[in-house]
């Protein structure tokens, strides 16, 4: 059965220096972050026909564009599934400021659609953008006779926030598996809705780690 695939970008000069860095067009990848790129590809060999699409952040093109390099096949780039904005906390490094970031993330986990910092989105914002790309290549390439498989390069809060949304997924599971450069969560669509395949790493999901609560 076909599947979604939420990849984050590979590693940026943002990353390294632990800026947040959420504004368009944002960093360009390091060079390890392009060898990411192309792992990833190669790692994933496609089976079958598959979208390969990005948001529109230089990272996330960048990493796009270097996974359909590896597969030999084209990719393009869609709005609204960018990264989260942090507003005024673009382009800080410093500990208050990720704290604060990470006070928000905390709130919005826990059902706090509209906690969000000076200059910046709400859960309940990024969810009226993402949400709505997600559903509609959902019928244009998962619920279609013959289905393929969809990846989106896509940014970390972002995917952590919005699959735990469409998968139910426990805040707590959400919160402690932050997502690598190149980690992806992966998603089937059943008639019941969105089920976890993939967070990360993980796909075999103890009682004590269950993404589901």
């Known amino acids: 059965m076909a599947r979604l695939f939420l990849v984050r970008h590979g590693e940026t000069t943002a990353n390294v220096l632990q800026q ?9 990848l390091t060079d ?5 790129g192309i792992r990833f590809g190669l790692d994933n060999p496609l089976a079958a026909p598959a979208v390969l699409l990005s948001s529109v952040a230089n990272r996330a093109q960048q990493t796009a564009e270097l996974i359909a390099s590896a597969w030999d096949t084209d990719t393009a780039a869609i709005d609204d599934v960018h990264e989260v904005q ?3 906390l673009e382009g800080r490094s410093d500990r208050e400021a990720h704290e604060q970031f990470r006070d928000v993330v905390h709130a919005w ?15 309940e914002m ?11 290549l959902a019928t244009e390439n998962l619920r279609i006779e013959q289905p393929r498989d969809v990846y989106v390069v896509s940014h ?15 805040p707590e599971f959400a919160m402690r598996n932050h997502l690598r450069n190149t980690d992806s969560v992966e998603l089937e669509l059943t008639p019941e809705g969105w089920q976890l395949i993939r967070w990360g790493a993980l796909t ?6 269950n993404p589901l609560g």
């Open 32 to 36: 390890f972050g392009a060898r990411q």
């Open 86 to 88: 942090v507003g005024d």
């Open 20 to 28: 947040l860095d959420t504004a368009l067009p944002g960093a360009h």
């Open 156 to 170: 970390g809060a972002a995917i952590r926030l919005v699959a735990a949304h469409l998968a139910g997924v426990d």
């Open 126 to 136: 990024l969810r009226d953008r993402y949400v709505p790309v997600l559903d509609r």
């Open 109 to 123: 986990h826990h059902g706090d659609l509209d906690a969000r910092l000076p200059g910046g989105e709400s859960l």
């Open 204 to 209: 075999d999901f103890t009682h004590e780690d």
